[in-house]
């Protein structure tokens, strides 16, 4: 067993929370996050209840979140709308076995940061945290084909905000949010401060109407504002 305490000393530990309704895979969760020294599982929750319990009380750096958990396992996305409507700052990356295009779209569109499936390598997920954390997203290469597909095949919403509405920096930062980039990643990229990025990011949400960066991305590419890119 390692010494968290020293290891503090040294880095900041990323606080993780893990959701699922099946005991084994928490464990095994636990024991792979534990082998990296920059993360901590603060706890594991099964059910809404004790999730949004835990959350609130702690309110960790990161969620992974199962979309089914009891006892709302007849609606994959209710534990989702919940854990949002209480701590809709949390960062959270969804690990599930769920692939349809449906649920990619609705998480996303719930503003989920990262959205993993449970037979990728676990390293996927690894990255996911540390991507999320620094206040980037993202999408399994599978997931983001889905994605991409789901787009191609939708009419585009015509009711939504026109390019207009961007400024021409808004736009730069909302390209680079597309590619998966930190605040920190953007405000090197662009040459400005990182206070700034986090202004331009506040900017576009606010005229997309959405929770936060992925559900932006998503938005974006879905009206026309963002390409979408062939995969």
Do not use: W
Request: hydrophobic share 45%; charged share 25%; proline share 4%.
């Amino acid at each position: 067993m390692r010494n968290r305490g020293a290891v503090a000393d040294e880095i900041d530990l990323i606080q993780v929370v893990i959701a699922d309704d099946h005991p084994v895979v928490r464990m095994g969760l636990s024991a792979m996050l534990d082998t990296h020294d920059d993360i901590e599982v603060m706890g594991d929750v099964k059910n809404v209840d004790g999730l949004l319990s835990f959350v609130t009380d702690n309110l960790p750096d990161v969620l992974i979140l199962d979309l089914q958990l009891e006892p709302e396992c007849e609606d994959g996305m209710a534990s989702l709308r919940a854990v949002r409507a209480a701590v809709p700052d949390v960062p959270i990356v969804v690990y599930t076995a769920h692939d349809d295009e449906h649920s990619i779209v609705e998480a996303l569109g719930l503003g989920v940061e990262g959205y993993i499936l449970k037979d990728a390598d676990p390293s996927e997920l690894v990255k996911a945290i540390h991507v999320v954390h620094c206040g980037g997203s993202l999408l399994q290469a599978e997931v983001a084909s889905k994605l991409m597909r789901h787009m191609r095949n939708h009419p585009k919403d015509e009711q939504q905000p026109s390019p207009t509405k961007m400024s021409r920096r808004e736009m730069d930062v909302l390209n680079l949010m597309a590619e998966g980039k930190s605040n920190n990643q953007i405000a090197s990229k662009l040459v400005i401060s990182e206070r700034t990025v986090k202004f331009h990011v506040s900017s576009i949400l606010g005229k997309l109407e959405v929770a936060n960066r992925t559900a932006a991305v998503l938005k974006a590419t879905r009206i026309g504002i963002l390409a979408s890119p062939a995969v």
